[in-house]
């Protein structure tokens, strides 16, 4: 794929009040996109939903007037996860649906994700489409004066997202008898978890639920783990859940303290669901980043594990073409496509709760599914033309996985938002990990310095 001008692999992101998240790049979008997706008749709508960060306020308010001077309504339901967004925008039957937020990144970065009607993220071909508008003079094809839109805030929208979550927990069963931390990383989530737990009947343990507009990912959520699991020791809960700055992801915590990662979350769940005969299609979908011990258990159950590239969107885009509804990413993106139309961290961590409460079995057993295999990651800066397609990178990589055999596997990539080769090795034992990924990085490197001589 082409590189693009503003579009990354989840939408626009960037330091905010610098290119590309600016806010004449903010309204650009607002224009392009609203005409995009604008019916032939009647009235247009956007739902626009954000997190807590400080640039959320600069980054609403010109998209706003970009969607408004395109000619469409726009309904804000303020700070709310982003499956929040997706969920309301088909609720609602919006054309549109916007979540302002960069995820997991600290304060100083933001983003803008856009859904359809449909409450899915947006198509390549599609965010092409805009970027080809934003690039061109939209003067003419605005708005005329009375059809310029106007802007209503929707104050029930989080109590609505609220009861769609519970809908994805057993009917039947409560929480009661549960002691749970939860952190939401000072985010989207910090009003809507705890009250969804509590309605659910749990004891409810709140960290990471006073954002400033600067703290959001600052020491919690889920890419800071550590203090939940003292959390959780601290007051003898059952578990922990952790979210990120979107509440998209999720990881969580035993009653121990060990930690429990997207992929052992994604194996509770399929096995669950499939005794239970709710697993649609032959499988699951995963990214080539899920842990090979994860594929041999379920494969051992005679459940398929479908791989896609990193990101949520891709894998989303998978279960919808085979029909499967559950998905997800070993860094937490846990895809309930019953429910939900992107990943959505409270809903995951609940299914782990109703195991436990059908099973009356503790964390550190249901959350244990397979030992995993050691991996071990590396990132290389380059600069210039990805090293990737040089002939003796892709040499390596085949001989290196010939080797391997089904005792492991390379995965090499680039990263999707700045200049780096992640290096990936996996395989049963850990020391030819180590020294496979060293062998690597060091032949990669080589190959760079060999380049850069020349030129």
């Known amino acids: 794929m082409a590189k693009r001008a503003f579009f990354g692999t989840d939408g626009i992101r960037g330091q905010a009040n610098q290119s590309p998240m600016t806010v004449e790049v903010a309204q650009k979008l607002g224009q392009a996109a609203g005409l995009l997706f604008r ?100 003067s003419e094809r605005l708005a005329p004066p009375r059809d310029i839109g106007k802007a209503t805030r929707l104050n029930d929208a989080a109590g609505r997202y609220i009861e769609n979550v519970k809908s994805s927990f057993p009917r039947g069963l409560r929480l009661d008898g549960l002691k749970v931390v939860v952190d939401c990383a000072n985010g989207s989530a910090y009003k809507v978890a705890p009250a969804a737990l509590w309605e659910l009947g749990a004891e409810v343990i709140t960290m990471g639920c006073d954002p400033d507009g600067l703290n959001i990912n600052d020491g919690v959520g889920s890419t800071h783990p550590e203090a939940l699991r003292q959390a959780v020791l601290a007051h003898g809960a059952d578990c922990g859940i952790a979210l990120d700055g979107d509440a998209d992801r999720v990881l969580m915590v035993d009653e121990h303290g060990r930690l429990v990662d997207g992929d052992q979350i994604l194996a509770l769940i399929a096995r669950s669901w499939k005794k239970r005969g709710c697993l649609a299609g032959d499988g699951i979908v995963a990214t080539v980043m899920s842990n090979m011990a994860l594929e041999r258990l379920l494969a051992e159950e005679g459940i398929t594990l479908h791989r ?148």
């Not at 001077?69 to 499956?83: F, I, K, N, R, Y």
């Open 39 to 138: 019916r032939r008749h009647g009235r247009h709508t956007v739902v626009v939903g954000k997190d807590t960060r400080l640039s959320g306020y600069m980054i609403e308010s010109a998209l706003v007037s970009g969607f408004l001077s395109a000619g469409l309504d726009v309904t804000l339901v303020g700070p709310l996860p982003t499956p929040a967004v997706g969920f309301l925008t088909r609720s609602l039957r919006a054309d549109l649906g916007v979540m302002i937020s960069a995820s997991h990144n600290p304060y100083t970065d933001n983003g803008i994700k856009l859904f359809g009607p449909d409450g899915f993220k947006l198509t390549d071909d599609v965010e092409a489409e805009i970027e080809r508008l934003m690039q061109s003079d939209l």
């Open 308 to 455: 896609t590239a990193v990101g949520d969107r891709y894998v989303v885009e998978r279960m919808r073409a085979q029909g499967g509804n559950l998905g997800g990413e070993q860094s937490g993106h846990v895809v309930l496509s019953d429910y939900a139309t992107t990943g959505d961290g409270l809903m995951a961590a609940l299914q782990v709760l109703a195991v436990m409460v059908e099973t009356g079995q503790p964390a550190s057993q249901v959350c244990r599914q397979f030992t995993p295999w050691p991996q071990k990651l590396v990132n290389i800066r380059y600069q210039g033309p990805s090293p990737l397609n040089h002939p003796d990178v892709k040499a390596l990589e085949g001989r290196v996985n010939a080797d391997l055999g089904s005792d492991g596997r390379l995965l090499l990539r680039a990263s999707g938002t700045e200049p780096l080769i992640r290096i990936m090795v996996e395989g049963r034992d850990e020391n030819r990990v180590a020294a496979t990924v060293e062998e690597v990085r060091l032949a990669i490197e080589a190959v760079l310095a060999t380049r850069a001589d020349e030129e």
